[in-house]
């Protein structure tokens, strides 16, 4: 009989691609993973990685089991749900990642509203954006907010998809700049020349800002390029330069910057939350989406007073 655990030993392999990688990610050493795939090849009764001195992949009848091992660890994992869903005390621990911005914005609602349930552990962590999903699937996290610039984050049968808030991109400029002056007109191609601060070439905010600006003749050369929203709007207040930013990162509050509307059609995000389709009725995760989507009610609210004072 095939072993579970071992079952979802091979996924890991499949999604990590190294035996050390897998050995890394579950906190094992080589030899023991080396080991448990060899057992799980004996269970199986097929050659399931092709190994040589240096690395080892998957072969045809390895890739067909990772295939049957994700199905039945799905379908293990909507068993569970199913069970627990009779308990009447949401219980366990709950998995939460977040893209930065999220994170910070999210993680104080939600720990009001979960802290009643004395008997749930949230264990929250922020991850780069564009690996919620995959830790989703992979089993790694049970909830992920995710962002979604382009409209491509859709449901499937393993995983479920819940809107959340649309996250609009803001100008923000320190407050003795000429642009602090609500009725002082915002001139996109005014803006390519001034001193802009940004997130690295690829960020998807970095991306947006470009998109915004493209009508124009496109942004000019961004002279400080800088990891992390928060560190970007620390320097506008500072007076180094503007930038465009989602309005999710003012969720923690900063001084010494204005708010603006870009004119033309909005550009922005949208955050969802994502879960497997075996997990949502677990009720120490659906009482996590529950506290997710009260959460995002009100820093939507938030973020509709941030757009008003722009204006």
Not at 170 to 185: I, S, Y
């Amino acid at each position: 009989m095939l072993d579970l655990r071992r079952l979802a030993l091979i996924c890991e392999f499949a999604r990590r691609g190294s035996i050390a990688a897998t050995a890394l990610s579950l906190g094992y050493t080589p030899s023991a993973v080396s080991q448990q795939l060899a057992a799980l090849e004996r269970e199986a009764g097929a050659v399931l990685l092709d190994r040589t001195a240096r690395s080892a992949e998957l072969t045809d009848a390895g890739r067909r089991l990772v295939e049957h091992a994700e199905r039945i660890l799905s379908m293990v994992e909507a068993a569970e749900s199913d069970l627990s869903a009779q308990a009447v005390i949401p219980s366990g621990r709950v998995t939460v990642t977040a893209f930065p911005t999220a994170a910070v914005a999210f993680a104080p609602a939600l720990a009001r509203s979960l802290r009643r349930h004395t008997e749930l552990t949230l264990r929250m962590g922020q991850g780069r954006s564009g690996r919620g999903m995959r830790e989703v699937q992979s089993g790694e996290v049970d909830i992920a907010l995710v962002d979604d610039w382009y409209g491509r984050v859709r449901e499937s049968d393993t995983m479920r998809v819940f809107p959340l808030l649309h996250d609009p991109l803001v100008l923000v400029v320190p407050r003795r700049h000429r642009l602090a002056d609500l009725d002082e007109p915002v001139n996109l191609r005014e803006l390519r020349d001034e001193p802009w601060m940004a997130t690295p070439d690829g960020e998807p905010s970095r991306l947006a800002v470009d998109r915004l600006l493209a009508d124009v003749g496109g942004a000019q050369p961004v002279p400080w390029e800088f990891e992390g929203l928060g560190t970007i709007l620390g320097l506008v207040a500072k007076g180094i330069g503007i930038a465009a930013v989602p309005a999710l990162a003012l969720a923690s509050g900063v001084r010494g910057i204005v708010v603006r509307e870009f004119p033309g059609p909005p550009v922005g995000r949208d955050v969802h939350a994502v879960a497997r389709a075996s997990s949502v009725h677990r009720p120490a995760v659906s009482v996590t989406l529950r506290a997710v989507h009260v959460a995002a009610r009100l820093i939507a609210a938030d973020l509709d007073a941030v757009e008003l004072a722009a204006r």
